[in-house]
């Protein structure tokens, strides 16, 4: 049976679930998007989006993560060892960056990665 939500009233509140509130999050980290635009498609408040934003950093179940291009991986610099194998290259506020090659075990690269967000 169909769901319809009917809204009565000024205030017009909505419950969002998270996987609505991600959707959204994520369209407006999309490259190029502007965070007002992706706020009139969902009916939201910008002021909404950036404290779902927040909501989620704090929760550290959500990251931005951008894919860099093929072209980007060749102009590395020379110094750099690459394996042949996939490896996702996190960088943290600050100075700091890890490259973990896609052999190593989850458990490991998950210790790795909190060890230095809490720095």
Do not use: H
């Amino acid at each position: 049976m169909a769901r319809v939500e009917v809204i009565t009233g000024p205030e017009r509140r909505r419950r969002w679930n998270d996987e609505q509130k991600r959707a959204i999050v994520a369209a407006s980290l999309e490259p190029g998007a502007v965070v007002a635009d992706v706020a009139r498609r969902a009916e939201v408040g910008a002021d909404q989006i950036y404290r779902w934003r927040q909501q989620f950093a704090r929760s550290d179940r959500f990251a931005q993560v951008l894919i860099a291009p093929p072209e980007a991986a060749s102009a590395r610099s020379a110094n750099e060892v690459v394996c042949g194998e996939p490896v996702v290259e996190i960088e943290f506020p600050g100075k700091t960056r890890v490259r973990i090659p896609g052999s190593i075990p989850v458990p490991l690269a998950a210790s790795i990665i909190k060890a230095l967000a809490r720095r």
